[in-house]
């Protein structure tokens, strides 16, 4: 069965110091891994994804995320924070078996300036 | 550019309504998904739609049912509303690829049930 964690629910980071949001997952065959944000009362969007190819994956402002295979982790990355980064992140894992996609419970990220 | 509305973003209803949530997507996506975010829960699903007329389960699809006649719109229906179905309601849809593409969703409708 797949699942996912985040192990945090909040991270709290200095603006311009670097950031990192946990995820790891647990899924059979080759998996399919994305990030997402969520701002207030806003639906979620789409930060970036991991298919196949380099384990160092960049996405939309700024962000990336690693896989890393033997510890089966996506872990979000940011070099340098800004306080308008502040929003909760979730974590997603799909397989090419089946429709469905399993969310993280999210990790509520908070830069202060 | 991309956009999945919802028809309502603030709903309040009373126990035993019927309530009807809508979804429209305009980007010819073959896959949407109805969830259900509730604080500590994360995103649960609680159907999904691969096809016109085609519906699967997802993981929470109790005192909840789906239509989808038209490949834009998808709506969820609560056919009973009840408190504990008080939450924000999240719409998505994707290409059509199992598992692999990224999901586009709504803004939510935040539902209560008094």
């Known amino acids: 069965a797949q699942s996912v964690a985040q192990p945090e629910d909040q991270v709290n980071v200095a603006e311009g110091n670097p950031l990192t949001v946990k995820c790891t997952y647990s899924v059979s065959g080759n998996p399919y891994l994305f990030w997402y944000v969520q701002y207030p009362n806003r639906g979620l969007q789409f930060l970036l994804k991991y298919i196949t190819g380099d384990n160092l994956v960049k996405g939309s402002y700024g962000f990336e995320a690693e896989f890393n295979k033997s510890q089966t982790s996506f872990h979000l990355k940011k070099p340098s924070a800004l306080v308008s980064d502040s929003a909760l992140y979730f974590c997603?894992?799909?397989?090419?078996?089946?429709?469905?996609?399993?969310f993280g419970t999210g990790t509520r990220l908070k830069v202060l300036a | 550019d991309v956009k999945v509305t919802q028809s309502s973003r603030y709903l309040v209803k009373r126990t035993g309504e019927k309530v009807f949530l809508e979804c429209v997507q305009d980007m010819d996506h073959e896959n949407m998904f109805w969830y259900r975010q509730d604080p500590g829960l994360g995103l649960r699903l609680i159907y999904f739609?691969?096809?016109?007329?085609?519906?699967e389960k997802g993981d929470i699809p109790e005192g909840y049912s789906v239509s989808r006649e038209k490949k834009e719109r998808f709506s969820l229906i609560l056919e009973s509303a009840s408190t504990n179905q008080t939450s924000m309601y999240l719409c998505?849809?994707?290409?059509?690829?199992?598992?692999?593409?990224?999901?586009?969703f709504g803004p939510g409708t935040r539902l209560t049930v008094l």
């Open positions: 739609s691969y096809d016109v007329k085609m519906k």
């Open positions: 997603a894992v799909g397989s090419s078996g089946t429709y469905k996609y399993i």
């Open positions: 998505a849809s994707s290409f059509p690829r199992k598992g692999m593409d990224e999901q586009f």
